[in-house]
């Protein structure tokens, strides 16, 4: 098995579940390119993840960069999510921690000097 097939198994791509279309290729390459249908569009149907590769002039080569990038894309994402749920423990983390002796004192700064300007709002007596 090679190391794609692995990584298509790993990422759950199949090959029913993929739509595939040869189109013709554009831009540099000469005639060959512009008459030959070697660029490769791929759809993966369930998540509706679109890839388009022509880096060659070889179909079949195309056909397995285009596979190579949406194993990449799927990847990606995994590493993005995994990226957020560390971030979002770590701000957990970050509020369950006990304060600190200084901020401790800031806070008991801030109370007193609250409590002085309402004693100051008090009444006034005639």
């Given amino acids: 098995m090679t190391t794609l097939e692995q990584r298509m198994?790993?990422?759950?791509?199949?090959?029913?579940?993929?739509?595939?279309?040869f189109v013709l290729g554009s831009?540099?390459?000469?005639?060959?390119?512009n008459k030959t249908s070697s660029c490769v569009y791929l759809k993966h149907?369930?998540?509706?993840?679109?890839?388009?590769?022509?880096?060659?002039?070889s179909r079949e080569k195309n056909r397995e960069i285009a596979r190579d990038r949406l194993c990449d894309h799927f990847e990606e994402k995994a590493?993005?999510?995994?990226?957020?749920?560390?971030?979002?423990?770590?701000?957990?983390?970050?509020?369950?921690?006990?304060?600190?002796r200084?901020?401790?004192a800031r806070r008991r700064r801030t109370k007193e000097l609250r409590k002085n300007r309402k004693q100051l709002r008090g009444r006034v007596r005639d």
């Fill in 45 to 57: 149907l369930p998540t509706g993840v679109e890839v388009s590769c022509q880096e060659t002039r």
């Fill in 27 to 33: 831009g540099a390459g000469g005639q060959k390119i």
């Fill in 79 to 100: 590493r993005e999510e995994q990226l957020i749920l560390a971030r979002e423990r770590a701000k957990k983390r970050f509020q369950k921690r006990k304060p600190s």
């Fill in 9 to 21: 198994k790993r990422w759950k791509i199949l090959e029913e579940d993929l739509d595939e279309r």
């Fill in 102 to 104: 200084a901020e401790k």
